[in-house]
């Protein structure tokens, strides 16, 4: 589906406002079908540890792309724009966190954590302000504003869990004689 939406995103001008309509039902149809595969997958004990790591990067795929594009086609928008800062924001916190997750999985042979309450609000916040934006709904910047702290909070949090989850060194124990001496 990211495709069809970057391309009805991307297709769009004033002159062809039906393209942002596309974009809407698309992505509307995508967070739809992610929520129910979701409930679907735990109802019916169907959670796998590829769906674990698959599902959450489509969903970034979707709104990153869906910033990115919105950004770029801002200045034809009649009303609400996204801001570059909010942009610059998500891409550079993901691009760390899938970073961050491959080195763990090639160094430490550790598989990245599932989601967080702050990660999923972060995400939930990001989706309502691309679905505003693509709305256009006059509050959509309020709502960046909470995706932009939500997005902040998560990526401190990610990344402090991420430091937790490397394995400390074996360190030797040092004994101290009364002399002073280390054995």
């Known amino acids: 589906m990211v495709p069809f939406f970057i391309g009805s995103i991307l297709s769009y ?3 062809h406002d039906h393209f942002r309509y596309w974009a809407l039902a698309i992505f509307l149809l995508a967070f739809v ?12 004990h169907q959670k796998t540890k590829l769906g674990e790591i698959l599902d959450p990067l489509a969903d970034k795929l979707l709104l ?30 993901d691009g760390v966190l899938l970073l961050g997750g491959l080195l763990m999985h090639f160094i430490y042979k550790i598989l990245p954590r599932p989601s967080t309450k702050l990660g999923k609000a972060a995400t939930f916040f990001q989706a309502l302000t691309v679905l505003s934006v693509l709305i256009q709904w006059p509050g959509a910047i309020f709502l960046g504003y909470f995706a ?28 101290v004689t009364k002399r002073g001496e280390c054995s």
Do not use: H
């Open 148 to 175: 932009g702290i939500f997005t902040l909070a998560s990526g401190f949090d990610y990344f402090m869990q991420g430091l937790q989850a490397i394995p400390v060194p074996f360190v030797k124990e040092v004994k």
């Open 13 to 15: 001008t004033p002159v």
């Open 33 to 44: 079908t992610d929520g129910i595969d979701g409930f679907v997958a735990r109802r019916y």
């Open 64 to 93: 990153i792309s869906g910033f990115i594009c919105l950004y770029q086609v801002g200045a034809d928008l009649p009303n609400v724009q996204i801001p570059f800062w909010l942009v610059a924001m998500i891409v550079i916190r």
